[in-house]
């Protein structure tokens, strides 16, 4: 009887040694690389929500950003603030950097590093019209401006003064001004050097933000940042102080699903857009080919995927607006002879549309014009060819079955008046008429029933004497 308890008892102790066990007190990690949208700020609350259910010692977030959305980065930062764990934001490896909403990310958290050879800042807002043309406040006068900030500061141009433009512009820029403020006050951080990132758009090395007081480290590598953090003092936002306790504790990687991978992908606009223009081209092979069907239900998912896609970022009416003029366009170009024009105006409402689709100044999540215009001329092209052959295969006369018998013309073998033989094609037809035809009068086929054809004269005059 012991023995076969043992013998149980042995694959149980295996079965439960395989048990993932959730690491209580260790630190999760979480890697934010790449632009700030929706799918990255939901991942990062899911990872906090994990790490504060697992009760975790710290929250590390590795940035490598751009920027991104401000409604993605709001997201995160409230997340950041709300945390009942202590966050950590390292820019890093060497190379990355934290700019535009990255900077307000990495101001915010309880601790902020950087890696050597990284970079944070130019942080000032952009707005756009249309998404199409950035807008911005024009720099500060210069007393030797260099001929490269000189360009610069042409790139986008600036709003009017009094304008209704440069009134949101101050107030955008006064709100993101008052929370730096705010949050680097409360961290014990230089809310002076931070307002510079965002009024004079300044970027700061690694050493430059640390002797700026924006960051409380410069360090290598993580693991040299959590031996660094062991035994720190942290002021939560709260007033409370919590003491790192870190090293030596595990660390548990927090991956982002497949659904968030997949959903990354598609919320890239150039990735979106070209689904959409492949989709639409696919449905209209299947309309115009029906009976295909492979081309319709691909064609179908490519535009799910892109409505998808789109669905996480702001739509410009007004690029809209011009894809589907862009379609109109295409289909007039063949129905109605224009020599090209409309298809030609078709290629250039698409391309327009496809650049001012996405309502971001953000040129990160803007699409691509080279992408755009690329598209939008193979696409016109392909439509207005398969559509051109499609509308000839319409017009085009029937030549085979019952109606293709109509309108030929033959020669009479015996009188058809009332049943006779006649040659058609080469092939000898019963045949009926309503006058009597003499043998060798060429007549034409009006009608059919069934395998009898009725024939008239070419030559009313060549009736039979």
């Not at 042409?154 to 929370?179: C, H, R, W, Y």
Request: glycine content about 10%; charged content about 20%; aromatic content about 4%.
């Amino acid at each position: 009887m012991t023995s076969r308890s043992s013998m149980l008892g042995i694959p149980l102790a295996i079965a439960l040694s395989l048990v993932t066990v959730p690491a209580r007190g260790a630190v999760h990690r979480v890697v934010l690389d790449g632009t700030i949208d929706p799918i990255h700020a939901e991942y990062v609350g899911r990872a906090m929500d994990l790490a504060e259910r697992e009760s975790s010692r710290l929250i590390l977030i590795r940035l490598d950003t751009p920027g991104g959305l401000v409604d993605a980065m709001e997201d995160i930062l409230r997340r950041v603030l709300s945390s009942r764990i202590p966050v950590a934001i390292y820019v890093g490896p060497p190379g990355a950097k934290a700019a535009s909403a990255g900077f307000f990310l990495l101001v915010s958290a309880d601790v902020a590093a950087m890696a050597p050879g990284t970079r944070t800042g130019a942080a000032h807002p952009i707005l756009s019209i249309g998404g199409f043309m950035p807008l911005q406040e024009p720099a500060p006068p210069s007393q030797d401006p260099k001929p490269d900030e000189a360009q610069s500061q042409e790139k986008a141009p600036a709003p009017p003064k009094g304008s209704q433009t440069d009134i949101l512009m101050q107030k955008v820029t006064n709100d993101i001004q008052a929370f730096l403020r705010d949050v680097t006050t409360r961290r014990g951080r230089n809310p002076e050097e931070a307002a510079k990132a965002v009024a004079e758009s300044r970027s700061f090395s690694a050493t430059e933000a640390l002797d700026a007081g924006l960051i409380d480290l410069v360090v290598g590598s993580e693991a040299d940042l959590l031996r660094q953090l062991e035994g720190r003092e942290v002021r939560r936002l709260d007033g409370s102080v919590t003491t790192l306790s870190v090293v030596d504790q595990p660390i548990v990687d927090v991956p982002m699903t497949l659904r968030e991978r997949v959903l990354s992908v598609l919320v890239n606009p150039n990735v979106a857009f070209l689904m959409a223009i492949v989709g639409a081209l696919l449905i209209y092979v299947e309309i115009t080919h029906a009976g295909l069907v492979l081309p319709g239900v691909i064609g179908g998912l490519l535009l799910l995927m892109a409505v998808a896609g789109f669905s996480f970022l702001p739509i410009s009416v007004t690029g809209l607006l011009l894809v589907l003029a862009a379609l109109g366009l295409f289909v007039a170009e063949v129905l109605v002879s224009s020599f090209g024009l409309l298809g030609l105006l078709g290629v250039v409402a698409l391309a327009l549309g496809g650049i001012m689709l996405v309502d971001v100044p953000d040129p990160e999540f803007r699409v691509a014009p080279a992408i755009a215009i690329s598209a939008a001329l193979a696409f016109g092209l392909l439509v207005v060819f398969l559509g051109t052959l499609a509308v000839r295969a319409m017009r085009k006369r029937v030549t085979t079955g019952s109606e293709g018998m109509i309108g030929e013309e033959g020669v009479v073998v015996t009188d058809p008046h009332p049943e006779g033989r006649v040659q058609v094609r080469g092939e000898y037809w019963r045949a009926v008429s309503p006058m009597s035809l003499a043998p060798g009068t060429r007549v034409r086929c009006v009608g059919m029933e069934g395998l009898t054809i009725r024939v008239e004269p070419l030559d009313p005059e060549s009736r039979k004497a």
